[in-house]
């Protein structure tokens, strides 16, 4: 045999020999997993996965769908600050994944981490129903004096509570339920696009089942005790991850990080800033400034990967105003249900439940969309790119909006009746909340063609080695636009004081907000339209561009 051959022979073995030690699990787990045939035992983890996924997501939702009406009736809030807090909530829950992924890698290990988070996540949703616990239903003696839990004592319980929660469900979604325990790595554009249609599928069809009954058990069965159902919920997830940790807790590839793609990106701003001013130089990127040739800090490895991730900025970009747009449904359109008349047959509907129509659309045009994209793939040699699914689910959400100012103006045109939500009459129109449907709709449809297609293209156009922090910028993006959606609103009510996002809604002008929103969205759908075409090449190889790209692999091809 040929020196050549031999020594490329015992490359790919070593390389395969260091990719099974990468992907082996950590050590504790149980003994009888490595019994099971290979095939039985990758089902028994992605369903142990799934399972875990969907508890949590379970306990995610229990919090949030009726968060405003807790805040509004038990805590006394303003309408715009319940919105406020529900969105930061959200948002938080969309970034701790990424601060405690980092956690994993540099300062804690990854089990140690795992068990702080599930105490964490346990704390808080265990809080959680010690704060709408109806302290007014017990008596310390038969004089029956109050027992009564101050307000200022109840809200920092409160915060605290869903500030350990995030925490928790960070833990869990970083280190047991990422996407590479799905082990996506084999899979090609057509097949990462059903997963990521189907997970995302799973997920809603989740919460529906939470909208309809854990929003009705808070409303009108146990009222704020239903905040037990996601603490219930939640153990489960902590015991089946204690139960299966071995097979759940993965050690992922560590020769990329968070942190060195920003380290990379700072030093090739300070160089660039440096240069331009005193002497030109002669590199075809920007990020070339970071390169230990051109006087940087990084190794050519570590810079190429950061420019095949600074190419999805500005797809992650256009995304924040999108995501501050969905946030609408639980802040802006959830109060717009809760000011409109809520019965129905002699039944009074939990507000949350209008949430479910969001959900329909997606959980119909996913088998649907599935069978596009079969066709599409199956019919074109050089493959099929999602940026148009993208530039119609954005402006499906700026119509939306833009119905929702509409719907508004037409809500405030029935007159007044008296309505009970947690034993609280309130005052709200008498118009029927399904007249809203047609903005939830919208949304639900925008949802099941951005969502998926975005993950796609964040997890394929990057080389293996990146998708883990690909994935991990989205995150920080989509919660970006959770925290500018809770900015818009603050600015909204503070500037008109209190007009476009007022507390009792026949008072003030929601509709205005809505429509500044609209005009905004549709500035950013035709901000992508004008660069999707940079992501239409999904045919094209990254991980073998990338590896050709190296010095190291060219002399090894010479």
């Known amino acids: 045999m040929p020196d050549a051959d031999r020594r490329d022979m015992q490359e790919k073995g070593f390389l395969n020999h260091m990719a099974d030690k990468e992907q ?49 009736v038990k805590l006394g ?48 949703t265990a809080l959680l129903p010690v704060v709408s616990f109806p302290f007014e239903d ?30 928790g ?45 854990i929003s009705y058990i808070q409303q009108s069965v146990a009222r704020n005790l239903g905040f037990l ?41 300070k160089a660039c800033c440096v240069r331009y001013r005193y002497f030109s130089t002669g590199v075809t990127n920007w990020l070339d400034h970071a390169k230990e040739n051109h006087g940087g800090q990084y190794s050519e490895t570590q810079v190429e990967g950061t420019k095949s991730l600074a190419r999805l900025f500005p797809l992650f970009t256009f995304q924040i105003l999108y995501r501050t747009c969905i946030m609408q449904i639980p802040s802006g359109y959830y109060l717009q249900t809760m000011n409109s008349n809520l019965h129905f047959s002699g039944f009074v509907l939990p507000v949350a439940a209008m949430n479910v129509i969001s959900i329909v659309p997606l959980l119909i045009l996913v088998p649907i ?15 099929h790119s999602p940026t ?11 119509l939306s909006v833009m119905v929702a100012g509409f719907s508004e103006m037409h809500r405030k045109r029935f007159p007044q009746v008296e309505q009970t939500r947690s034993e609280e009459v309130l005052l709200v129109s008498s118009m029927p909340c399904f007249h809203l449907a047609p903005q939830y709709i919208l949304l639900g449809v925008a949802e099941a063609l951005v969502t998926p297609s975005c993950s796609l293209l964040s997890f394929w156009l990057v080389p293996e080695r990146m998708r883990g922090i690909s994935m991990h910028f989205l995150a920080l993006f989509n919660g970006a636009g959770c925290f500018m959606g809770a900015f818009f609103v603050q600015t909204a009510h503070t500037g008109t004081q209190g007009n476009w996002f007022p ?6 002008k929601l509709e205005r907000f809505f429509f500044f929103l609209a005009s905004l969205m549709m500035v950013n759908t035709l901000g992508f339209w004008t660069i999707a075409h940079r992501y239409n090449n999904l045919h094209q190889d990254c991980t073998n561009e990338f590896r050709g790209c190296l010095p190291g692999e060219k002399l090894l091809k010479n």
């Open 24 to 72: 082996a699990p950590l050590p504790g787990g149980s003994s009888h997993a490595g019994k099971l045939p290979q095939p039985e035992k990758k089902l028994q983890e992605a369903v142990c996965v799934l399972l875990v996924e969907l508890c949590e997501r379970f306990t995610f939702f229990g919090i949030v769908c009726n968060m405003i009406l807790f805040c509004t």
């Open 77 to 124: 809030y303003r309408s715009y600050q319940a919105a406020i807090v529900n969105m930061c909530f959200v948002g938080s829950s969309t970034l701790t994944p990424v601060l405690v992924g980092w956690l994993a890698e540099y300062l804690v290990g990854r089990i140690k981490l795992v068990c702080i988070c599930m105490f964490l996540h346990f704390l808080g």
């Open 138 to 167: 017990v008596y310390i003696d038969r004089r029956h004096i109050l027992h009564t839990l101050p307000k200022r004592e109840e809200k920092i319980v409160f915060y605290f509570a869903l500030l350990t929660a995030s925490l």
């Open 169 to 213: 469900i960070g833990g869990i979604r970083a280190i047991v339920c990422p996407l590479s325990a799905y082990s996506l790595e084999d899979c090609g554009p057509k097949e990462l696009l059903s997963f990521f249609n189907w997970f995302h599928w799973l997920v809603n069809l989740n919460s529906a089942v939470v909208f309809v009954s």
């Open 229 to 269: 159902i996601p603490f219930v919920s939640g153990l489960m997830g902590m015991i089946t991850v204690h139960m299966v940790r071995g097979e759940m807790i993965y050690k992922p590839k560590t020769d990329s990080s968070l942190l060195t793609t920003f380290g990379v990106i700072c030093s090739a701003l």
């Open 369 to 383: 969309l599935e069978c596009i994209n079969s066709w599409l793939f199956s019919s074109k040699d050089n493959g």
């Open 388 to 398: 148009i699914y993208i530039v119609v689910g954005h402006l499906s959400a700026a």
């Open 503 to 508: 507390h009792l809604l026949h008072e003030g």
